[in-house]
């Protein structure tokens, strides 16, 4: 699987655009997905370098408590999947600890699901069928 983007949580979207831009980065999609509390700038840099900002909706969503408790900083790594279903059984058999046992909807339409932070050596994977 390829690195599909790296997810940074940020407690203010705006000012953590601007100073992306600064490095020459460009806004290539924007949005809010409710049902996980988030508002998502995602951000494209030189070739297929993606960045995806991540601002709570409040206190209580995953990233705003991520942010309570860590600070503003790297939340996940992404990795692209053709199939994500299989691939989550794949893990699942390789004894990866899954947070989603199935796929759910993502950012831009997109099917995604999380793998625990254990299982990633202390960094939140997310697959994203792509």
């Not at 990795?79 to 691939?87: D, G, K, R, S, W």
């Not at 796929?103 to 202390?122: D, I, M, N, T, Y």
């Amino acid at each position: 699987m390829r690195l599909h983007h790296v997810g940074i949580a940020v407690e203010d979207l705006e000012e953590a655009k601007a100073r992306y831009l600064h490095l020459g980065y460009r806004v290539v999609a924007e949005g809010e997905v409710a049902a996980q509390g988030v508002r998502v700038a995602l951000l494209q840099g030189e070739g297929e370098t993606l960045l995806e900002l991540l601002a709570p909706l409040g206190p209580e969503t995953p990233v705003g408590r991520f942010l309570t408790k860590r600070g503003p900083g790297l939340h996940h790594l992404a990795f692209a999947t053709p199939q994500i279903a299989e691939e989550l059984a794949r893990l699942k058999a390789q004894g990866a600890r899954l947070i989603d046992e199935a796929p759910r909807p993502g950012f831009g339409g997109h099917k995604v699901a999380f793998l625990h932070p254990s299982f990633g050596l202390g960094v939140l994977w997310e697959l994203v069928e792509a």
